[in-house]
Each structure stands twice: as structure tokens, then as C-alpha cells.
Nanobody, 121 residues
Framework: QVQLVESGGGLVQAGGSLRLSCVASGRTNMNYNMGWFRQAPGKEREFVAAIRSSGGNIAYDDSVKGRFTISRGNAKNVVTLQMNNLKPEDTAVYYC??????????????WGQGTHVTVSS
């Protein structure tokens, strides 16, 4: 089992920045690829960004390219998502997850509880 806890969400004005963190505990020695997903009100959950366990490969959804940056800390069980130039359409609950594979449809096996991000216009 792996437990994931996200933090860093909040309310920000359009154009602002937030930094989300995800801390994994439990069987973290499995060296998981990690991903961030989001679910806006009334919409399905969607992929945002992913990073390999080694940190060597990174992928982003086109909607966040150039604005969001995913990274892993020196402690491999921490994954962050730096979000800059936020837009109202970025408003969603953001989840981190361990990935069961690499590439679409980005299968995930363990999920965090989510952190709310609200961007006001």
C-alpha cells in the first residue's frame, strides 16, 4: 500500500502561482512513476503532468505546458507541481497518483485525497 497526501492548494487570482506537494508513504521503495491529475466541477478527472521515478522523463497536458512544472525532490517520495500564470479554468481538485504505466491513458493505482485550487478572475 502507498499513501499519498497532497497540500498547497488554495485561492489565488488569475496570473498568480501555487505550489502543490505530494508526499508518499508506505511502499515507496517501489520507485513509482508519479502523476498529477485534476477534476473540475462537473467534469471528468483529467491528466495534468507526470514524471518518471528517475525524474528523467516528464510529460504535460497541452493545457498546462509552459505554465506548470512537475519535479521530484531529493527525497524521492515527494513530488511537486509548480503552477504559474494560473487561469480560472485551472480551478479544480488536484490529485497526485502513482502511475501503473507511462503514457495515455495514464493508468493510476494509488490516489491521494486531493487538494482544492480555485483561481478567481
Amino acid at each position: 500500500q502507498v499513501q499519498l497526501v497532497e497540500s498547497g492548494g488554495g485561492l489565488v487570482q488569475a496570473g498568480g502561482s501555487l505550489r502543490l506537494s505530494c508526499v508518499a508513504s508506505g511502499r515507496t521503495n517501489m520507485n513509482y512513476n508519479m502523476g498529477w491529475f485534476r477534476q473540475a466541477p462537473g467534469k471528468e478527472r483529467e491528466f495534468v503532468a507526470a514524471i518518471r521515478s528517475s525524474g528523467g522523463n516528464i510529460a504535460y497536458d497541452d493545457s498546462v505546458k509552459g505554465r506548470f512544472t512537475i519535479s521530484r525532490g531529493n527525497a524521492k517520495n515527494v513530488v511537486t507541481l509548480q503552477m504559474n500564470n494560473l487561469k480560472p479554468e485551472d480551478t479544480a481538485v488536484y490529485y497526485c497518483a502513482t502511475l501503473g504505466g507511462w503514457g495515455k491513458p495514464w493508468p493510476a493505482n494509488y490516489w491521494g485525497q486531493g487538494t482544492h485550487v480555485t483561481v478567481s478572475s
